[in-house]
């Protein structure tokens, strides 16, 4: 059973803008901190950003910060990931994910999505 759901994934010219949404269909959305990952062909998946539960306290990547903004809006069960001023290296299979902890790690994820495709063209 898929509990979280991507969508906003695309193809889309270096500069551009894309936004990602995760539908949660659990009902305990607002109980959880949410979070993105990444994977690029060939490389090993990687945390982009994340919302803590607790007081929506944002984490990203030093490679997304200033560019990337996480959001949730815990009425709609829903996670957004806003993704500005994209480039090449921004090309990958994008995974919404959540676990319990405050913090959001590989190591700690209880729920992943399917991921949704984002490839950024010159």
């Known amino acids: 059973q898929v509990r979280l759901l991507e969508s906003g994934g695309g193809l889309v010219q270096t500069g551009g803008s894309l936004r990602l949404s995760c539908v949660d269909s659990?009902?305990?959305?607002?109980?959880?901190?949410m979070g993105w990952f990444r994977q690029a062909p060939g490389k090993e998946r990687e945390f982009v950003a994340a919302?803590?539960?607790?007081?929506?306290?944002?984490t990203y990547a030093d490679s997304v910060k200033g560019r990337f903004t996480i959001s949730r809006d815990n009425a709609k069960n829903t996670l957004y990931l806003q993704m500005n001023n994209l480039n090449s290296e921004d090309t990958a299979v994008y995974y919404c994910a959540s676990g319990l902890q405050i913090g959001l790690s590989l190591k700690n994820v209880d729920y992943w999505g399917k991921g949704t495709l984002v490839t950024v063209s010159s």
């Open positions: 919302i803590s539960w607790l007081r929506n306290e944002t």
């Open positions: 659990g009902q305990t959305f607002s109980y959880y901190t």
